[in-house]
């Protein structure tokens, strides 16, 4: 059995819903797993209100088992926060390598993120940029826009307008799959 560690924030531990256990992003992944008869489990170490700092601090317990395939989906928490798009960068860059050293043979998918550009266009930009950049520095497969399709949908989100609900998370699920199916050879 193959390991794909699902590392990240609410968006992974799927706050918020009424059986996360099932309906997570990482659970959704699993199902069709099994649908497709594929040997891999799914761990989700997904942590609600984590940042990229916050996952940096804690990889390092998750990496004590083999991992075959690493899921990122980290840096949204960091906007929130005020960290700035290059102390992002930095963080998920070391997580990354941290990753690679420990697993050389690790397929990595990074799931991206966007804020609006009305928050601050130089700052939206930057923050964009530093997902295109880390996957071609390292060469994951890459999910331009984690939210897309679900982002700004009511019916697809939580009352908070910010988590997604049951259904958001399969849409999710469904874009992607394709990349992360791409992986398991």
């Not at 984590?50 to 004590?64: F, P």
Request: proline letters at 4%; zero cysteines.
């Amino acid at each position: 059995m193959k390991n794909i560690l699902f590392f990240g924030d609410s968006l992974t531990a799927g706050y918020g819903l009424s059986d996360a256990v099932n309906q997570s992003f990482p659970a959704l992944i699993q199902q069709k797993i099994n649908i497709e008869n594929l040997n891999y489990r799914i761990l989700n170490a997904g942590v609600s209100g984590d940042t990229s700092v916050g996952g940096l601090s804690r990889i390092d317990y998750w990496l004590s088992q083999p991992i075959d395939i690493f899921v990122l989906e980290l840096g949204i928490n960091d906007v929130m926060r005020g960290i700035t798009p290059q102390v992002t960068s930095k963080n998920l860059q070391a997580i990354i390598t941290k990753v690679k050293t420990k697993y050389p043979q690790v397929k990595i998918a990074l799931m991206g993120m966007e804020i609006p550009i009305l928050m601050a266009a130089g700052f939206a930009e930057q923050f964009l940029a530093v997902y295109r950049e880390l996957a071609t520095i390292n060469q994951t497969a890459f999910v331009p826009f984690f939210l897309k399709d679900v982002v700004g949908i009511r019916h697809l989100n939580l009352a908070d307008r910010i988590h997604p609900t049951a259904e958001g998370y399969r849409i999710i699920a469904d874009n992607v799959w394709p990349v992360l199916r791409g992986l398991m050879v």
